[in-house]
C-alpha cells in the first residue's frame, strides 16, 4: 500500500516535470522567434523602395492580419471597450517609437553592414538598463555596471569604419542603427508597462502595431514618396516580413514574457546578429570586417556580463 507521502511525491514530481516541459517549450519559440526577426536584415536589402515606404508597409500588413483574429473574438472586443484613454495613449506612444524604430532600422541596414546594423540596434537593452536605473526601477551590481561599459566600448568598436569615424554613408548606417536602438528601447519600457497592467498580447500588439501603421503612412503622405510604384518585390518583401518578424517574431516574444523571465528572452535575443551575419554571408557574400566581429564580440560579451550580474 503506497504511503501517502509517495503519492505526495509522485504528484509534485509530475508537476515538475510538466513545468519544466512547458517552460523548454516557450524557450524554443522564443528562439525560433530570434531566428525569425534575424531574416528582417535580409528582406530589407532585397527590397528596393525607401526605407520609410518598406516600414508603411510592413505594419499595414501585419495590422490588416490582426484585424479579424482581435475583432472578431468577444472577449478581445469587450477588453477593447473596457480599456481607459490613458492606456489606449499609452499604447499609441509605443506605436510612435515602434514606427521609428523600423524606420531608422532600415536605413541603418541600406547605409552600413547587416552585422553593424543588428549589433547596434542589440544596444537597445543598454538604454532600457539606463532608464531603469535612473528612475530607481533596478539597481545595478559593480560588474553589470562594467558589462555596460564594455558593450557601449563594443558598439563604438562596431561603428568605426575604414575611413574614421568620419565616413560618410557607413557612419550615417552605424548612428541610425543606435537611434533605431533607442527608438526600440522606448518602445520596449513602455509595453512592459501596460502589458504588466494585464493587457492582453494580441490586443496590445494590434493597437501598437497599427498606430505604427497610421504614424508611418502619414510620414509617406507628408514625404516626397509614394504608396505604389516600387514593384511587386516590395509588397513580398513587407509582407514576409509581417509573418516572419512581426507575428512570428515580436507577438512570441511578447507572449513570452507570461511564461518565462524577460532577462531570459532579452538573453536569447542577443544572438540575433550571429544568425543575420551568417544569412549577410551566404546570401550576400558580406564578410564583416575585423573590428566589427571584435565589436560585435565585445557588445555581446558586455551584454551578457550585464544581464548575469544584474541585482532587481
Keep these: 500500500m503506497e504511503r501517502p507521502e509517495e503519492n505526495l511525491y ?33 528582406f530589407t536589402r532585397y527590397s528596393t523602395c525607401p526605407s520609410l515606404v518598406l516600414a508603411a508597409y510592413r505594419k499595414t500588413f501585419v495590422t490588416l492580419m490582426m484585424l479579424p483574429v482581435v475583432l472578431g473574438s468577444p472577449a478581445y472586443r469587450r477588453e477593447l471597450r473596457q480599456m481607459s484613454r490613458r492606456t489606449m495613449l499609452w499604447c499609441i506612444l509605443s506605436g510612435f517609437f515602434l514606427a521609428l524604430h523600423f524606420w531608422t532600422y532600415f536605413l541603418s541596414v541600406h547605409n552600413t553592414t547587416i552585422a553593424a546594423s543588428q549589433v547596434l ?12 536605473s535612473m528612475t530607481g526601477k533596478e539597481t545595478f551590481s559593480r560588474w553589470s555596471r562594467t558589462g555596460i561599459l ?42 512592459t508597462k501596460v502589458r504588466g497592467e494585464g493587457l492582453s498580447n494580441n490586443v496590445y ?14 510620414m509617406v ?27 512570428m517574431g515580436h507577438s512570441i516574444y511578447n507572449w513570452s514574457f507570461k511564461y518565462v523571465s524577460p ?50
Design 10 to 42: 509522485i504528484e509534485q514530481k509530475t508537476t515538475d516535470d510538466q513545468g519544466r516541459g512547458n517552460t523548454s517549450l516557450v524557450l524554443a519559440l522564443v528562439w525560433f522567434a530570434c531566428f525569425s526577426t534575424s531574416t528582417s536584415s535580409v
Design 121 to 132: 540596434v542589440g544596444l537597445e537593452v543598454l538604454f532600457v538598463a539606463l532608464f531603469m
Design 150 to 191: 564594455v558593450a557601449l566600448v563594443g558598439g563604438v568598436l562596431v561603428a568605426y569604419t575604414k575611413g574614421g569615424l568620419q565616413s560618410g554613408g557607413m557612419l550615417f548606417g552605424n548612428i541610425i542603427g543606435v537611434v533605431s536602438g533607442l527608438m526600440l528601447a522606448s518602445y520596449s519600457i513602455i509595453g
Design 205 to 218: 500588439s494590434l493597437l501598437v502595431y497599427g498606430s505604427a501603421a497610421i504614424i508611418l503612412d502619414l
Design 221 to 247: 503622405l507628408v514625404s516626397p514618396y509614394h504608396f505604389t510604384g516600387y514593384g511587386s518585390i516590395n509588397y513580398l518583401m513587407a509582407l514576409l516580413m509581417a509573418v516572419f518578424n512581426s507575428l
Design 263 to 312: 532577462t531570459l528572452v532579452a538573453m536569447i535575443k542577443i544572438f540575433q546578429p550571429v544568425f543575420a551575419s551568417i544569412w549577410a554571408l551566404f546570401l550576400f557574400r558580406e564578410v564583416p570586417a575585423w573590428n566589427q566581429l571584435a565589436g560585435g564580440v565585445i557588445v555581446i560579451m558586455g551584454i551578457i556580463m550585464y544581464i548575469r550580474n544584474k541585482t532587481e
